[in-house]
């Protein structure tokens, strides 16, 4: 293949006119609109499509839905997940009596949510993970509970999506 | 006794002076280079960012200072302070107005008044070649030779059409003298920008290649040396060689000021006080340092051919030519411009 290579004009080749060009450009950007955001003062927008970091959702009788059957636990690619059940005098019989999520090997994959038979388990939108230690990156179950009504959008969302697959019309 | 507290009085402004200027820069390189790119720039520290040239040269004389086995102990140490001192140096012979009477005391607004005032500038500014090959040699490392290397084939091919430039502005003025460079250019009609257009841009391009500035940082060159011949530099040694390049820079752009755009003299006003006339000079010094990072921002690099096509092949026939032409208008007594 022959590249045909554009002769310069002489006025470019006096490369000086063309400098005063780019400088030009450069100086109006100096006043442009800045599209930095601040982020700690400035965070992202979330939505209930983000995949934030996984919480227990708190029922409105103050307890969690889950049952610690383990699902999510077999469920979870990154194997961030740990539950030790015991018996209780609550109607569900089970709970856990350890709900551990590892959040440096949490992946936000979502598939603990998409296992959880009794909806106790949700993707929250929050997304910040700093700390000093990696023990203090491991949280248990009081760390973990959200109130429902801080979930409810994503709640809603998950339901409209399965909603999807549980109607009878719907295809396969 | 008062001579001497006057000099030191001085000394202390005008270093001073120079040391902020270089730390200011540092700051302005980041927020002008920021702002080109939509970005907004450091603005943690203090108002704006204002007080990050502070906390940056804390961090640096806090930070671990390394000296790479086989480098050449003695000169690796030497060379940053061989870098920055050239540019404080030539800095005395500025002049920053004229001599003016401060409560009954006859006070020289310079350093140190020379008569051949160019020539020392020149001298010692071709000193700071020293810090960049030195350093680039004692770090026994080869990014940074190749980019002392290429450092000092440019900043010699540059200093013969800077020197040339120069030269005209001489011939022109009759005198070596920086005092009476500027005296002679009093009115904005007899600024020697009007008068050496040529030697005016010869100029200006050749004190980018000598601070070692975009479009010809050779002797960085981040894409293909690292960082060139500091490569192997840290901390306050590493601070030094940037204090050096903006030092050498506020120096350039107070000579470019000095030689061509009239130094302290206030255009339409040849008669203001003196104050204004210092004033005048800073804002015209901050021009060019501006242009410094206007140029950076917007020019990408040279290839090593390209830039001693220029300055072998373009510049120096130019300011050759520029030099013939003065000097036979001169000798002859023409006016050009």
Partial sequence: MIVKREELTFAERLYLPEIFRGMSITFAKLFKKKITRQYPEQPLPTNEVTRGQPRLVVKDDDNIACVSCGLCEAACPAYAITIDGHETSRFIEREPERFEIDFLRCILCGFCEEACPKDAIFMSDELELADYDRQSLVWGIDQLKRPKASLQKRIDYVYSLNDRWRKPSSTS | ?337
């Fill in chain 2, 1 to 337: 006794m008062s001579e001497i507290l006057i000099w030191i009085v001085k000394i202390a402004v005008i270093y001073g002076g120079l040391v902020g200027t270089a730390a200011a820069m540092s700051l302005a390189e980041r927020k002008v280079s920021a702002w080109m790119q939509y970005r907004i720039g450091p603005n943690r520290v203090g108002p704006f960012g204002l007080l990050q040239p502070i906390a940056d040269g804390i961090k640096f004389i806090f930070k671990e200072e390394l000296v790479p086995d086989g480098a050449n102990k003695l000169l690796f140490r030497l060379a940053p302070a061989m870098a920055a001192f050239p540019a404080m140096l030539t800095i005395a012979v500025i002049p920053f107005g004229p001599t003016v009477t401060i409560a009954g005391h006859e006070v020289n607004l310079s350093i140190a008044d020379l008569d051949i005032g160019i020539l020392f500038v020149l001298a010692v500014g071709g000193l700071s070649i020293y810090g960049v090959i030195l350093g680039g040699w004692a770090s026994n490392s080869k990014y940074s030779l190749l980019g002392s290397l290429r450092a000092s084939a440019q900043m010699i091919s540059y200093e013969l059409s800077m020197i040339l430039a120069i030269l005209a502005v001489v011939v022109l003025t009759g005198s070596l003298d920086l005092q009476q460079i500027v005296a002679s250019q009093a009115t904005i009609g007899q600024w020697n920008v009007f008068h050496q257009p040529l030697a005016f841009v010869l100029f200006v391009i050749a004190t980018f290649a000598e601070t070692n500035r975009h479009p010809f940082d050779f002797a960085e060159c981040e894409p293909e040396l690292v960082a060139g011949f500091h490569t192997e530099y840290s901390s306050m040694r590493f601070a030094l060689f940037f204090l050096g390049e903006y030092c050498a820079m506020t120096v350039m752009a107070c000579l470019t000021v000095t030689l061509f755009l009239g130094g302290y003299s206030v255009p339409f006003a040849p008669e203001a006080h003196w104050a204004i006339g210092v004033l005048a000079f800073a804002v015209k010094t901050a021009f060019f340092l501006f242009l410094f990072l206007w140029v950076r921002w917007t020019l990408p690099r040279l290839r090593f051919d390209q830039l001693m096509r220029l300055g072998w092949k373009v510049m120096l026939p130019l300011a050759l030519v520029n030099i013939l032409v003065t000097g036979i208008a001169v000798s002859l007594g023409v006016e050009l411009w």
